[in-house]
T-cell receptor, first 111, second 114 residues
């Protein structure tokens, strides 16, 4: 079993839809949770991070962590074609420590 | 301009020929990492460093070495490259300050080992 599981998709949604991207993990030592976005042929960019449990919101993006279920989510509201990218979750015991990534979910938002 | 630079950007080499991929950041960040990216496998961390002379293994360290003699530089060394190290490599830096929601990635190095 992988430490971090992420459905690779692809996930296709119409413009304006709410997108839910998810990862599960097995290591209860993980405290620091990250979401990255990667456009085709580009490097990854850090979208958001959360520390321990709870929610964090940044514009149209909301990251949620449920440590009891070992489940994290990224919600994208009012999705746009420009959100079409691969989204990777990542987690570590703490900031700057060894980081494990999910395989990434490919998202397509259709106009 | 704040940036992470990597060199070379593209490299084709042969099995067993030692190579170094350089990584340099100009932001005085404490944390630096190397990742490789392969189709269907996402990003995998090779090594990370939390400060000068402090390095540790990531998820896939076999066949790689790193050093952190200066804060700005974090070279990745392949002493005897093999074809399974053909990949896209990214270097990244992060400030230690938890209030900063940023991580800077280099442009990537595409390595082919024949």
């Amino acid at each position: 079993q992988k430490e971090v599981e992420q459905d690779p998709g692809p996930l296709s949604v119409p413009e304006g839809a709410i997108v839910s991207l998810n990862c599960t993990y097995s290591n209860s030592a993980f405290q620091y949770f990250m979401w990255y976005r990667q456009y085709s042929r580009k490097g990854p960019e850090l979208l958001m991070y959360t520390y321990s449990s709870g929610n964090k919101e940044d514009g149209r993006f909301t990251a949620q962590v449920d440590k009891s279920s070992k489940y994290i989510s990224l919600f994208i509201r009012d999705s746009q074609p420009s959100d079409s990218a691969t989204y990777l979750c990542a987690m570590s015991p703490g900031r700057g420590f060894k980081t494990i990534f999910g395989a990434g979910t490919r998202l397509f938002v259709k106009a | 301009e704040a940036q992470v630079t990597q060199n070379p950007r593209y490299l084709i080499t042969v099995t067993g020929k030692k190579l170094t991929v350089t990584c340099s950041q100009n932001m005085n960040h404490e944390y630096m990492s190397w990742y490789r990216q392969d189709p269907g496998l996402g990003l995998r961390q090779i090594y990370y460093s939390m400060n000068v002379e402090v390095t540790d293994k990531g998820d896939v360290p076999e066949g790689y070495k790193v050093s952190r003699k200066e804060k700005r530089n974090f070279p990745l060394i392949l002493e005897s490259p093999s074809p399974n190290q053909t990949s896209l490599y990214f270097c990244a830096s992060t400030p230690k300050d938890r209030g900063t929601d940023t991580q800077y990635f280099g442009p990537g190095t595409r390595l082919t080992v024949l």
